[in-house]
């Protein structure tokens, strides 16, 4: 194979600039074609990252080193163009080392152009040498089901159970492991000693953990391997197995025993089901078929004679993937035989919608793409033939020449109606492949010019064709614009670009929106300052309900204007309880725009039906192009979840009608939400009967009735009455204000501290709206004053200002104190002088004394309603409460302290000021 210079001076053009790419562990500097993202670089640096290295051992091969100029991608490209060229002037490709060069050059400059991609290949496996001899007979693709076949059809049931086995098998294994790490975790953040938190009967966290990780089928060997802190991790991911493929060779049979196996394999994993044999391994030697992808819009932006371009990308491609035949690797030695017999290779022509619409004046047509990838296929056999008389045949010609010779003659027929030079063109060269087939053969048993791969496509820089594109600026930015080629076409037919970026990008505000207006916000109470903020929010949030929601409004303006309280916002959000889903989808569809333009009412007519559906349109090019291609066109379909085996048994059989080669079915996997209600019941318990026994004498019965009350949040009335108290715990200032319901009862407090740091006033205040929470939810202020009542910390000592409370341990056990004496009359906390008005107290003995009514009622919140003659008389004190059991009027001297506040509190002794208990003996 010679090859002359035809894209190598064109790509001299190609500006290359410095970029820094993220790598997993570092970041590297490369030089990189200006027009690439960074993700297409990296993409580019993964796929040499996972390519082979090995040179064949061979005099005068091409150089391993760089070729003149910047080293693009660090020289990655280089470096492999240059070992195919190697491989390919070892294997007799090249007649000379000068001709194997020049096959590099052009092969690196097809890809700094953006015309043309590589697949991945394999890094390692097998794969026949080379120069092996072809093996005698047929091959067989040992990895096809015949489901006509009784035996084979066994085998592929077999197959599919434990497919299906393993796939609920490794769900419930990630299941296992989240419960033993919830009991790990349950022991972890227990705090206490180590034998209470590792024992579930102590530990009630530790305890429903284990329970749940027995319900999910762990033994207790591990649950107690996690409490004893070893680690599960979740099963490792089995690499992807290749996917199956099947023979149904009739599916209206009335024995539907194939079609019966072929829906149920479909549902336990991905399948890909021909209705021939020959179909069948055409897909499955796909798999290991190397490929490359064609560009249709960078070839007609580079190269001005279409005909040309792809004939000698063909050629230029089809020697390449011939050399990566040769020299590549197969999965196992089985299909590395396969491989050598058939040399499977994939040339694929992408976005040929973008090619239509770029190229054409008016109505899209789709015989172009058609006359195109005849063309392209006919030159592609006519290398692979040309392939042949320098080498020879592939092993398996002879099996494969009648089936590629007929279908050759097909696309034939079919070429010869187009009339445009494109269409004539393809119609010689397929005549021309057709001779050349019969006189040479071909070195390729197959060749497919469809083949579905993300990555490949990554790295050329293409995507399927859809309203907006997302593009890399110069900056690094990610920004969305409107398609560019959909762009030219809008304008070539006279449309309006503009309302076209607006209905599929929106205008980011609610001007003229028609819902949610201005003018209908403003009549709901928004004002200019709300409308602004509104208006400011919507230039970067991705959701109309954030514009709508603090901190873009105040809950202030919310909750008086509007007239929503948090919980009710908090349910649903404030943009439900402004407007219908109708009206919502309406303001957003205007401030976000569309996701395409199917229904843009100002379409071009002649672009309309395909701005309707972009996808079907693309796929009518693949139907168009399926006929040229060597392997069928593998439509994926997916089932919904809830599909059984009838729905998919008809889905194959009207592909099958329609006309389909193959199709590939998956299942789609169960999301979080669940499929099935199922209900919550335990199952009932038979209690052993008990033995008979005399009848007792009746008996007084005291009846407990248990009523469950379900807790809502108590909310405070707006205006609340309350009290402040100031008073110094050790020389530390302490402000305690609270807030009481109409009836009296404590509904919140706060606490501020003075001179404190900003990380301790700050840790207080949260700390009091954690306890006016639960207050508000219903739990008793005895439950706080209990629990925190003699704790320990700093600052502590001498309490001055409150003539109730004389000294505390911390601060948490004066507030307590000062809330339990003032709201519970747990008059035993006090340990300072009594009130005045406390006759029996050690005070003043001012107990008889009139106390102006002003002294406790704040004139402010009777708002002048109480008048000024009232008193307190000291009759009208409350009556005394019997003390609580166990507290002892007299009290001893602390050895710790010296304070006479040592009272016996049940079995213990309890100093009131301190807090220590001592071993009292004798």
Known sequence: MRFTPFLTDLSASVVCEAREIERADRVIRVMAPAGWSDARVEAWLDWHDQSPEDWPRLEGAPSRTASAGPPVLDGALDRWAARLAAWGRSTGVFPSTSDAETFASELVASVLLGLAAPSSVLLEGARTPPAAEDQPGPSRNATVFDLGDAGVRARFESDTARRRTARVT????????????????????????????????????????????????????????????????????????????????????????????????????????????????????????????????????????????????????????????????????????????????????????????????????????????????????????????????????????????????????????????????????????????????????????????????????????????????RDGDMVRRLHPNLAAAITAQGGDVEGAERWLLGRRTLIDSPALGHAELAAKGFTEVELEAVEAALAHVERLDEAFAPPALEAGFIRDVLGFDQETVGHGGLLALLATPEEIAAATDHVFGRRDLSDWPSAPVRLKAILTDLDLASANLVRAAEMFSDVADMTSVELPSRAGIGAAMALLAQAASEGRRAIRLSRRQASNQPLLHLPDFEPARRAPEPPPQPRPAPTERVVER?????????????????????????????????????????????????????????????????????????????????????????????????????????????????????????????????????????????????????????????????????????????????????????????????????????????????????????
């Open 170 to 473: 490794a769900h419930a294994l990630s299941g296992v492991t989240r419960t033993l790490r919830a009991v790990t975790d349950a022991v972890r953040r227990c705090e206490g000693p180590a034998s209470v938190c590792a024992d579930p009967a102590a530990n009630p966290a530790l305890g429903r953990a284990a329970l749940a990780a027995r319900r999910a089928g762990a033994d207790d060997t591990a649950i107690l391997d996690a409490i004893a802190g070893r680690v599960f991790s979740a099963p490792e991911p089995e690499p992807l197995k290749q996917i199956r493929v099947v023979a149904v060779a009739d599916p209206a049979s009335p024995m539907d025993a194939p079609l019966r196996a072929a829906a149920d394999g479909c549902l336990a994993d991905d399948l890909i089901v021909a209705f021939s044999v020959r179909d069948a391994e055409a897909a499955a030697d796909l798999a290991i078929a190397p490929g490359c992808a064609i560009a249709l819009p960078a070839v007609a932006a580079a190269l001005p004679d279409m005909v040309e371009a792809l004939d000698r990308l063909a050629r230029l491609w089809t020697t390449a993937l011939e050399i990566e035949v040769a020299c590549g690797f197969a999965p196992d030695g089985r299909l590395a035989r396969r491989r050598h017999a058939v040399r499977p290779v994939v040339l694929t022509l992408t976005n040929g919608l973008d090619w239509l619409i770029a190229e054409a004046d008016g109505a899209i047509s789709e015989t172009e793409f058609t006359a195109a990838s005849g063309l392209f296929a006919a030159a592609a056999s006519l290398a692979s033939s040309e392939l042949a008389e320098t080498l020879r045949p592939a092993a398996d010609w002879p099996v494969a020449a009648e089936t590629v010779l007929a279908a050759l003659e097909r696309r034939e027929a079919r070429l010869s109606d187009l009339t445009s030079e494109l269409g004539q063109a393809a119609a010689l060269r397929t005549a021309q492949a057709h001779a050349a087939a019969s006189t040479s053969g071909r070195r390729q048993c197959l060749i497919a010019t469809l083949g579905a791969d993300a990555e490949r496509d990554l790295r050329l820089g293409v995507a399927p064709l859809s309203g907006i594109e997302v593009f890399q600026t």
């Open 706 to 922: 248990v009523i469950e009350r379900v807790r809502t949040r108590r909310k405070l009335p707006d205006r609340r009455k309350g009290y402040i108290q100031k008073a110094a715990v050790g020389g530390h200032k302490v402000y305690i204000h609270t807030g009481e319901y109409e009836d009296g009862e404590l509904g919140e407090i706060f606490i501020d501290m003075h001179k404190e740091g900003a990380a301790f006033r700050s840790l207080m205040n949260n700390f009091a709206i954690a306890i006016s929470i639960g207050l508000q939810y219903g739990v008793p202020l005895d439950e706080f004053v209990d629990a925190f009542l003699l704790t320990r910390f700093e600052p502590a000592g001498r309490v001055t200002g409150n003539d109730s409370i004389g000294s505390a341990t911390s601060i948490l056990d004066y507030i307590f104190r000062e809330l339990g004496v003032s709201y519970l009359d747990r008059h035993e906390l006090a340990n300072a002088d009594a009130e005045p008005l406390d006759a029996d107290g050690l005070g003043s003995g001012k107990a008889d004394e009139l106390v102006p009514a002003a002294r406790f009622i704040s004139k402010g919140f009777a708002r002048g309603a109480t008048p000024d003659n009232l008193v307190v008389l000291p009759f009208g004190r409350k009556a005394e409460t019997p003390g609580r059991s166990g507290d002892h009027g007299e009290a001893d001297a602390c050895p710790a302290c010296g304070d006479f506040t040592l009272q016996q509190r049940g079995g213990a002794w309890i100093c009131d000021t301190c807090g220590i208990a001592p071993q009292m003996r004798g």
